[in-house]
């Protein structure tokens, strides 16, 4: 466990103090449910010698996630980079797809892999998700979906992107790996589109190990899927369609279950260090940390906080280093937009040019730890090293500077 200091003692590392934190504090620390609950449900597993391949588990995860978000069909699979291409093969498209550059690579990753080329489109610099007219500016014959994501859990513009859609006859998925819990006007996410994606990787709210699903209101493409994600087995020795084996085991869905049941507590600690951290910052000149709808649903998963060097003193990239060095291991997500990753910068390296809000925003977002091995305690150390080199900001810069020097 981590442990603080007071701080007003605090003398940063950077400056040559010990580090605040015993341990690291990492984004991304799993949140784990009962651990009785999670050990009967292997039990169980192991008593029925039953551990994939649509297990009861497994069904009891897709029946209760479809009954949370509200729709006909959950297809549960080993992680959501899967889902994306079954989702992707299954709605067949093919030639471009519209994708925001702001997001894990695995958005983009997914078709690329299938040899769909991944058009990235520029982001809303207030809401760090895809723009609309952004997207309206790509789109060309050969262009036959969008995936619009929703970047830490708060929604994209489903009505503009819908209706841009109708306009070319396009199909939209929605990648929702951060909005599990989370609703848009009411409505919870995993209900738009021709269907959308979940992760339930063990970084995210709801964690199953590895895990994903995809949710939709359409039998046949859910009935499509399911075959898909298990070789296209129809019965026994009967193929009836090209497949993968994209299928969650009995012990990822054990997790996710035992996640479920843990979710209004989880939700409610995350709460708490987002509330803190955003206490913290409140009055500090060039930090802004994201804000969730309080009338929506939120999972509160990432603390992201926008530095804007000018006015803070210090860059992003100052402050992670002062971060780091007190064994906060806070993380520049999405940084630097997938269009500068490989294959992309090579296979389109003038992407860029279209994309100056991602570009500017990518150097500029902090991700803070937060979740449940994240105490006030803890939020309290981080607020008040990240205020400290604020404060120090020329002496600071200095010693990262030498720092860089000796290193
Ligand atoms: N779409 C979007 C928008 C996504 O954000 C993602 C994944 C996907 C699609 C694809 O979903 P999956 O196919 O993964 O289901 C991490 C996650 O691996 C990835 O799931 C996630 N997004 C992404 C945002 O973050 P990395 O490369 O940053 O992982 P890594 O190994 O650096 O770990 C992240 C942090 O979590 C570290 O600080 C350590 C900590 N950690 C990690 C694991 C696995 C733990 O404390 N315990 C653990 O068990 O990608």
Not at 249 to 262: F, H, N, R, W
Not at 272 to 284: G, I, L, S, T
Not at 325 to 346: C, I, N
Request: overall charge neutral; glycine content about 8%; charged content about 20%.
């Amino acid at each position: 466990m981590s442990s603080t200091r007071s701080p007003r003692s605090l003398r940063l590392a950077v400056l040559g103090g010990p580090p605040l934190f015993e341990a690291p504090l990492h984004v991304g620390r799993p949140n784990i449910g009962d651990r009785e609950v999670f050990n009967a449900r292997m039990n169980g597993m192991l008593d029925r010698r039953w551990f994939t391949n649509d297990g009861p588990l497994v069904r009891e995860f897709e029946r209760r996630i479809a009954a949370l978000v509200g729709v006909r069909h959950c297809v549960a699979l080993c992680n959501a980079t899967v889902a994306l291409e079954i989702a992707t093969r299954a709605l067949d498209l093919r030639g471009e797809v519209i994708v925001p550059s702001y997001t894990f690579v695995a958005t983009a990753h997914a078709l690329q892999w299938q040899e769909i080329t991944p058009v990235f489109a520029d982001m809303d610099p207030a809401t760090y998700t895809v723009a609309p007219e952004a997207i309206r500016r790509l789109i060309t014959p050969k262009t036959t979906g969008i995936i619009g994501v929703h970047v830490w859990g708060r929604a994209c513009d489903v009505d503009a992107i819908t209706a841009i859609a109708a306009e070319h006859r396009l199909k939209v998925v929605f990648d929702a790996a951060h909005a599990f819990g989370c609703s848009r006007r009411g409505r919870m996410i995993g209900s738009f589109g021709a269907c959308e994606v979940f992760s339930f990787h063990a970084t995210k709210f709801l964690n199953c190990f590895e895990g994903g699903a995809i949710t939709t209101n359409d039998d046949a493409l859910a009935e499509k899927m399911r075959l898909m994600r298990n070789f296209g087995f129809g019965g026994y020795d009967r193929v009836i369609y090209i497949g993968t084996n994209g299928k969650m085991t009995e012990v990822c869905a054990a997790m996710g279950l035992t996640s479920l049941d843990a979710m209004n507590e989880i939700v409610a600690v995350n709460r708490r260090n987002y509330e803190a951290y955003r206490a913290h910052f409140a009055a500090v000149p060039g930090l802004s940390v994201i804000r969730y709808d309080p009338a929506e649903r939120n999972n509160y998963q990432y603390v992201v906080v926008e530095v804007d060097p000018a006015r803070a003193g210090l860059t992003r990239d100052e402050l992670i280093a002062v971060l780091h060095a007190e064994r906060v291991l806070a993380r520049k997500y999405f940084w630097p937009g997938a269009h500068r990753m490989e294959p992309y910068r090579s296979l389109q390296p003038n992407a860029g040019v279209l994309l100056p809000h991602t570009e500017r925003v990518a150097e500029r977002i902090l991700v803070l730890p937060t979740g449940q091995s994240v105490s006030e305690a803890d939020v309290d150390g981080v607020a008040d090293v990240v205020q400290t080199a604020l404060s120090l900001a020329p002496e600071v810069r200095q010693a990262l500077v030498d720092l860089a020097r000796t290193a």
